[in-house]
Every structure is written in C-alpha cells, then in structure tokens.
C-alpha cells in the first residue's frame, strides 16, 4: 500500500482550518473492493462520520478535507485493510467500530504504523474470530475471561448479548463446559408461557430470537443444530430454572433488567462448579410494573466490589449498529431526568 500526501495552499489558514488531501493505493484489488464497500458504502459512512470527502478510482482513493479528518480516515482504511488481509472479510459493524476506535485514539498514535497500535481484546471462534470495536467492548470481554459472573449493562446495539453469546461459544468449543444454557424473562416479568402453542422451545423461541441469531452467526448451523438437539445448547425459560444447579456450564441471561428481585436471586444463586454466567441488560428499558424493582438494577448495586463478580458499563457512544442508532440513543438519555422512569 503507498500513501502520498500534500497540504491544500490557501490564504491565512490556521492549524485548525487548514485542509489536506492524502491519496491510498491498496495493493490487492479485491480487497480493495471490499475495503470501499459495496457502490462505495463503506467510504460513504467515512466521509460521514469524519467530515471528509472520499473519491475512489480503482484501488487507490484520494481523501481530502482537514488534516485531522484526513489523518483518521487514512488510519481507518489502513486498519480495516489490515485486517482484509488477515480474515479476507469484514462483517458489519467493522467499519463503525474501526471509526470509533480511532476518534478515541485520537492523535495519539498518528506517527505509529498499524502494527504498533494497541489491539483490543479477542475472542477466537472456528468459525471467525471476534474482536472487541470499542473500549466498553474491551473490558467487557476482559471481564468475561476474568470473572466468574459478569453483569453487562448499556443500550441497545452495544454488543452485550452478541459478545456473551460468542465467549460462551469460545468456552464451549474449547470443551471449558459441556454445555450453553441460555435464558430471558419470557412475556414481561410473569412468563406466561401456558397460552403459547407448542413445546417449550417453541413457546420461548420468539423471546430469545436475539440470541439465536448471534448463535448462527458464530456457529455452524448444524452444529448449533445437533447441539441443541443433544441438550448441549440448552433453552431455559427464568420460570423453569428454580431449583436447578448448573455445573459446567456458560449461563447467559438475557434482558435481565425485567426480572424481579427474586428471580435475579434465584437466577445468580444456580451458579455450579465450573460454570460461567453472563447477564446482561438494559436499565433504561424495564418493562416492569409500575413500583416494581428492577432485579438487575438491585444486584449491581448490591454486589458491587465482591470479589469474583464483573460488571462493565456501555453508553451511546458504544453503540454500533447504524450510526443513528447511537444519536437516538443519546437523545433519549438526554431525555430521561425529565421524566419518571418505569419500572423503578
């Protein structure tokens, strides 16, 4: 890859309005392409997101704009090409991460070749592996590997259930368990599960779909298939678990801002020998009764600093979904000391 790079002359610039134009040269075409994103859709969210102007001919493209701006697109591509070259994709999300990474990074390492850079946490799969995009990310996955229970609390989009979800693939891949049981508060906080049409996996399914598409997406579907057939991948509605242990095993509650304060108990206190349980949640989303008490909201406060137990905090600026996402869920929070919260 070669890079070249000039300043733009103009009349009484300043450092902070003074403009620049780099030009990339990306030696593979392919990845290139797939670099650009399809009709240049990867560029496009680049130009958004750091206020430059991206124009592509072939592999090479020439990014002009401030010298800031400039600067971090160049280090986004560089990046994301990187990583083209050791994985041969990019799955959504990258592109949105690899912009957040570097805005908090800002100059930082601007002199430092892509190599040199710090890398965020892992977590390897058969299938691909799976990297953290943000700093919550990060320390979240780092908790994982750390704790025994780890409670993941943010807004939607954040990644919570999707990076639970693939440490507990990891664990079980690498035969740490013998199984994944994966459970959520069903219909609200009452489970009313008797009117749903058929069995219990069919009752739950529509509850847990979240969960499910992360378990296809990290997983072969027929693995995940036979696994759920043997029992290996387990579904366990919060109603049903009352009076179980599970030992050997990577334990994930889902949405666990809707359960009670008894059933948060009774959920934290099945952990077995040689398990791992992950809850996580959204606490501005309780779906409770009015007065009702959040059980996610008391077991954070309630087991804060006890030794063993993790707990990392997302925001909006983790979100990675679509970048509106994010601006959504921020205004809301700006929102939220203005009216009463649900669920309190």
Known sequence: MRKTEHSIPAAAQSEETATAQIVLAFDDNR???????????????????????????????????????????????????????????????????????????????????????????EINLRKRPVRARTAAQDVYISALRSH??????????????????????????????????????AVEAGERLGFLPGDMREKVDPYLRPIYDALYDLMDARIVERALQAGEIEIAPLAFMRGRTLANAAVILDEAQNTTSMQMKMFLTRLGENSRMMVTGDPSQVDLPNGQTSGLAEAIKLLAGVEGIGHATFTHQDVIRHELVARIVEAYDRAAPARPREGK
């Open 31 to 121: 990845l290139a392409s797939i670099l650009f994103g399809q009709y240049g859709q990867n560029l496009a969210l680049i130009e958004r997101r750091l206020g430059v102007v991206a124009d592509q001919r072939g592999n090479h493209v020439t990014i002009e704009g401030s010298r800031a701006g400039c600067e971090q697109a160049r280090r986004v591509l560089e990046g994301l090409y990187e990583q083209l070259k050791r994985e041969n994709e990019l799955v959504p999300g990258d592109v949105e991460g690899a912009i957040r990474l570097t805005l908090t990074q800002g100059s930082l390492f601007e002199d430092e070749p892509v190599s040199a850079r710090p890398n965020f946490e």
């Open 148 to 185: 025994s229970l780890v409670f993941g609390t943010g807004p939607a989009g954040t990644g919570k259930t999707w990076l639970a979800v693939a440490y507990a693939i990891q664990l079980f891949e690498r035969k740490e368990v013998d199984r994944i049981i994966l459970s959520r508060p």
